[in-house]
């Protein structure tokens, strides 16, 4: 598809700052793409699409939980999570997107997962760290962006999993695989 096509699709799906808040991780990620070898048409249309389910009533979220092949115990968690698995679902079924690599990195943007590939990576930082975000830490991070892919999803996967346990939250599985996973990766594999 091509991208004005996917703004257009988007568009109606979202709050205005959501959409904003898409195009500028959009422009993030092809930066991203173009300083580590992806494809940055596919990071693009990944990241107009990452939260496409965002506004989706829960009751049809849950839904599609139910009768897909996602994870059951999502419904056993917040329900911010799940946006991502279901969006990657809408897509191919609302607009035909059937890229296996777009669709993973919409499901797992918001989590992150055990051995993210590049296109995963990407997403989830460029959600992190798009210019609209003003979080502690998130400069730090944007820093790391232009250095090591790896590290900066590190240092924003700790950061999210350190805010939700000081404000009293539960962590999804994959949020904690993917912390131990980027943890493991630069330590070298231990
Ligand atoms: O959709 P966005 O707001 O752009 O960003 P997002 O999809 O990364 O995150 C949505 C929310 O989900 C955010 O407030 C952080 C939260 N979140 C991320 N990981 C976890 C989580 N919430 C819970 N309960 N558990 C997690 O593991
Ligand atoms: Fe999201
Ligand atoms: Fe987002």
Known sequence: MKIDMAIEKVRPHLTESRFQHSLR?????????????????????????HDYAK???LEEMKHWIVKSTLPKDLLLYHHELWHGPVGALLIQAEH?????????AIQYHTTGRANMSMLDKIIYLSDYIEPGRNFPGVDEVREMAGKDLTKACWM??????????????TIYPDSFYAYNDLTNKLNGGT
Request: aromatic share 6%; net charge positive.
């Open 156 to 169: 924003a996967s700790r950061n999210t999993i350190d805010h939700l346990m000081r404000k009293q939250g």
């Open 55 to 57: 506004y989706r009533p």
């Open 96 to 104: 035909g997107i059937a890229d296996r690599e777009i669709q993973e």
């Open 25 to 49: 991780v959009a422009e993030t990620a092809v930066k991203l793409a173009g300083l580590y070898n992806v494809s940055p048409a596919k990071a693009e249309i990944a990241a107009v699409f």
